[in-house]
């Protein structure tokens, strides 16, 4: 498959220390890829790096061989990016449909509309009048999903989406995203629950102090316990 995304050599931080120290990381187009790894390792940094959130100190950041790296978010966004941010982040205060049209306004090209994504969840359809701070942690995220969809994305970031659910909830959230890839959409997923990272990704990469440390099959990595145990804690 040809590389949607391809980031190689990528070194960023804060405030001048180094937290992604040479990373170089594919996601073929049409593919979901989980990026693995204990806390701390710089997960969120590399996403937040390639969504144009943090300029990186060096390296390359290419979406189907255009370059990015530098580039603000806003023109990150335009190029075909979104995010999920870990955390949801929705408008407390604006409702469903308020966050939704807001996202819709700034949408690129695509097949993405609002009623689609009533289609997808139809629980945010039920909930269209209630504002962000009378949702569900699981309805938050599904309408974080919702707003990122509407900017008609090339690929999608999604940054520990089960972050703080139940697991029934969980549950509900990995199908809506099974859909999401039964469509052919593009995903890096940062995530801590090996099971939805399992059940979604076609392939797995674990970073390690900054760096990738390995790469390959999810069902080839779930059948190595020893190597998991060592490169995650688990077994």
């Known amino acids: 498959m040809t590389d949607l995304l391809a980031v190689s050599g990528l070194r960023a931080g804060y405030a001048g220390t180094t937290v992604l120290d040479g990373v170089d990381l594919t996601v073929p187009a049409g593919a979901v890829v989980a990026l693995l790894g204990r806390n701390g390792v710089g997960k969120t940094t590399f996403v937040h790096t390639v969504m144009g959130m943090l300029r990186p100190y060096s390296g390359s950041i290419r979406l189907d061989g ?36 807001i996202a819709a306004g700034r949408r690129r090209r695509g097949p993405w509309t609002v009623d689609r994504v009533y289609e ?59 859909r999401l890839r039964g469509d052919g959409i593009s995903a890096l997923l940062v995530e801590q629950d090996l099971r939805l990272a399992f059940r979604l990704a076609d392939e797995v990469a674990v970073m390690r102090k900054g ?13 190595d316990r020893d190597r998991a145990r060592a490169l995650l804690g688990v077994g």
């Open 66 to 101: 255009r370059e990015l790296a530098g580039a603000a978010a806003h023109a990150v966004a335009r190029a075909g990016v979104a995010i999920v941010p870990q955390g949801r982040r929705v408008f407390a205060p604006l409702t469903v449909e308020e966050n939704l049209r």
């Open 120 to 178: 997808l969840m139809p629980r945010l359809a039920e909930r269209r009048a209630n504002r962000g701070d009378q949702l569900s942690g699981g309805e938050q995220q599904m309408l974080a999903i919702g707003r990122a969809l509407l900017r008609n994305p090339r690929l999608l970031l999604l940054d520990e989406p089960s972050d703080g659910l139940a697991p029934a909830v969980v549950g509900q959230i990995a199908e809506v995203l099974e």
């Open 211 to 223: 760096r990738i440390a390995h790469r390959g099959p999810t069902a080839e990595f779930r059948s």
